[in-house]
């Protein structure tokens, strides 16, 4: 799943770069943190969360059928 994030952020925005994902793990799944360079952060949330929204539910969905939970933070 952290590839898979690394994936759809790098190609949101304009540095890619700057794409950092983190996967930590806790005693209710795997939680996946996303850092971007500060002029990329309104990409990857998008107009009202939308692309943020998005972005978990597609993240989701591929832990669903790993038999996995996993839940996207977006760090400033």
């Known amino acids: ?3 898979l994030l690394e994936l759809i952020a790098k190609n949101l925005v304009d540095n890619p770069d700057a794409v950092v994902v983190t996967e930590t793990e806790n005693d209710r799944g795997t939680i996946l943190e ?7 952060m309104g990409k990857v949330i998008g107009k009202q969360g939308r692309i943020a929204k998005a972005i978990r539910t597609v993240i989701k969905a591929g832990a669903i ?4 939970r996993v839940t996207v933070e977006i760090i400033q």
Request: proline content about 0%; glycine content about 0%.
């Open 1 to 3: 799943m952290k590839e």
């Open 34 to 40: 996303l850092r971007v360079a500060a002029e990329d």
């Open 65 to 68: 059928h790993n038999d996995k």
